[in-house]
């Protein structure tokens, strides 16, 4: 056996023999660029204590990986096409672990939000990548198992990645789980050398950089906006990207429709399977990105879990996302893409519908069924979304057709955070004033307001200034707990809308089992059949 998988696979006259070890590789390196937000999670406590950060630090910790990974992607999928995909794994991999070594040494908080910035690009180096080899590699009658694989692998690195955050924050510093990334990007980095075969794009031509350039200013000042906006108010920062955005995005569309070889074909949009699984996933990350964020709040500042006790607590969603994966591979064939998107976007909107019963009384198993219930929506209906996207590209599109599949999975789970989030805040905020609004000293009563972290720490110290009640610090406390169950209820009955018209939508868009085949793209290659024929047309 050699060393290095050296036979490109474009030269291979039947299918990798070593491709299933490929894939733990590629599903390995998914796993690390999605537990670098779920392990933040956990951590962002001891971080906020440690190096004394504002929530708008905070924000930008969490998101200084996220503009530049949705940012980049399509650009740095086409290269990856152009050049070498593995060579491209095997870049972003180091770039990754080098940004992860670095976080774990800072102390300033500026350099941490650096460190995750070159995270961020890592990472937007890595998804489509890994998508383009699974493609690349397996034949059409495996590659559908092989991608339910590959987003089984997200769901097991949601809860992977508070667990082992968890398990290292109870000896060791918030630095410690920026380390969790290191061994196994270096793994990966050798078991991609030893297992992955090369591959490249046989005739792409000349990379449209000037429709990369417009998608990095479009998404960039998008995402932006989408964090600044909600979070801190619409001021002059934000406006200004989302009017970048705006004019960015007509940019693009106009080049791109008229390059003769553009970055991404737009006309993929009239196509009704690539644009209601587009949708989907966007949707479906909208909701669990959402709700995960603050449901483990709730875990964490409510009942009092701590890192590692509330990463084993999302273990559930985890099993759920398999039991949902398995399912899929035995029903998709039968009913086709339409009915499995549908029916999990269905019941991923139970899940969130399903939090407006939170209360103040509300334990772990009111958390339970919602959890599972997404987690089990994901496994069932992510995996047909993305084998239907990544079918409308040919062999020479595979990194943008990774890069385009995870612009939509990462703006879905910025929208479900921003937006969501920042409902979250603004319904806890109205809450907190009314029940202890003329109770408090004004600077006490802003610093309880800015988050339940900090409603918390008020409380404490209501307990400790001289004079007061335990009586009157626990009516601070009850009333911040309160306030926050009463905002995660708000809250799920504004994002399970926003679900239900979200399912509305691509059951209008997907086409269904008997739609006319014309209505899809031509098929790429004699290998692949049509999104068509895959959703059972």
């Known amino acids: 056996m050699p060393l290095v998988a050296s036979t490109p696979v474009e030269k291979m006259t039947g299918p990798y023999a070593r491709r299933w070890w490929a894939l733990v590789v590629l599903c390995l390196s998914l796993l690390i660029v999605v537990m670098a937000n779920t392990s933040l999670i956990v951590a962002a406590p001891d971080m906020t204590t440690d190096l004394g950060l504002s929530s708008s630090d905070l924000q930008w910790v969490i998101d200084g990986y996220t503009v530049?990974?949705?940012?980049?992607?399509?650009?740095?999928?086409?290269?990856?096409?152009?050049?070498?995909?593995?060579?491209?794994?095997?870049?972003?991999?180091?770039?990754?672990?080098?940004?992860?070594?670095?976080?774990?040494?800072?102390?300033?908080?500026?350099?941490?939000?650096?460190?995750?910035?070159?995270?961020?690009?890592?990472?937007?180096?890595?998804?489509?990548?890994?998508l383009s080899l699974l493609v690349a590699t397996f034949p059409r009658g495996e590659r559908a198992k092989a991608i339910t694989a590959w987003t089984a692998t997200s769901g097991l690195a949601i809860a992977a990645g508070p667990l082992l955050a968890g398990y290292l924050l109870e000896d060791h510093a918030w630095g410690s789980t920026f380390l969790i990334n290191v061994p196994i990007a270096l793994v990966a980095v050798l078991g991609a050398l030893a297992l992955v075969p090369p591959s490249k794009a046989a005739a792409m031509g000349r990379i449209d950089y000037v429709g990369g350039l417009l998608s990095i200013v479009s998404v960039g000042s998008l995402v932006y906006a989408i964090i600044e906006g909600p979070h801190f108010g619409w001021g002059a920062g934000p406006i200004t990207a989302a009017v970048i955005a705006g004019v960015g995005l007509v940019a693009f569309v106009a080049w791109e429709l008229r390059h003769p070889h553009?970055?991404?074909?737009?006309?993929?949009?009239r196509q009704r399977p690539f644009s209601g699984s587009m949708l989907a996933v966007l949707f479906f990350f909208f909701g669990t990105f959402g709700a995960i964020y603050y449901s483990t709040q709730f875990l964490q500042f409510v009942l009092g879990y701590d890192a590692l006790e509330t990463g084993v607590r999302l273990l559930p969603l985890a099993g759920a996302v398999f039991l949902g994966a398995a399912a899929t591979g035995r029903l998709t064939p039968k009913l086709g893409v339409k009915a499995?998107?549908?029916?999990?976007?269905?019941?991923?909107?139970?899940?969130?519908?399903?939090?407006?019963?939170?209360?103040?009384?509300?334990?772990?198993?009111?958390?339970?069924?919602?959890?599972?219930?997404?987690g089990f929506a994901i496994g069932l209906s992510v995996s047909p979304a993305t084998d239907t996207i990544m079918d409308s590209f040919p062999e020479s599109e595979l990194g943008v057709g990774g890069g385009a599949n995870d612009t939509a999975l990462e703006l879905g789970g910025s929208l479900g955070i921003a937006i969501l989030g920042s409902l979250l805040a603004t319904s806890y905020k109205d809450r907190l004033t009314d029940l202890v609004g003329g109770q408090l000293p004004h600077d006490a009563l802003e610093t309880a307001k800015d988050s339940v972290g900090g409603g918390l720490a008020v409380a404490e110290q209501v307990a400790r200034t001289p004079g007061a009640t335990p009586q009157q610090a626990q009516a601070v406390l009850d009333a911040v707990h309160e306030s926050f169950a009463h905002s995660v209820a708000h809250t799920s009955l504004i994002g399970g809308i926003i679900m239900a018209a979200g399912t509305l939508i691509v059951l209008a868009v997907l086409p269904g089992r008997r739609k006319n085949r014309g209505d899809g793209p031509a098929q790429p290659r004699e290998t692949r059949t049509s999104p068509e024929e895959r959703a059972g047309v």
Request: net charge neutral; glycine share 12%; charged share 10%.
């Open 68 to 130: 530049p990974y949705a940012a980049l992607m399509l650009v740095l999928g086409s290269i990856g096409d152009k050049y070498s995909r593995r060579g491209a794994l095997v870049t972003g991999l180091l770039i990754f672990a080098g940004g992860s070594v670095m976080g774990s040494l800072v102390d300033e908080t500026a350099l941490v939000i650096a460190a995750r910035a070159i995270m961020g690009v890592g990472a937007a180096v890595v998804m489509p990548a890994t």
């Open 262 to 269: 553009p970055m991404l074909d737009v006309r993929k949009f």
């Open 340 to 374: 499995m998107v549908t029916a999990g976007m269905v019941i991923g909107t139970a899940g969130v519908f399903l939090l407006t019963r939170i209360e103040t009384g509300s334990t772990y198993t009111d958390f339970l069924a919602p959890m599972m219930m997404l």
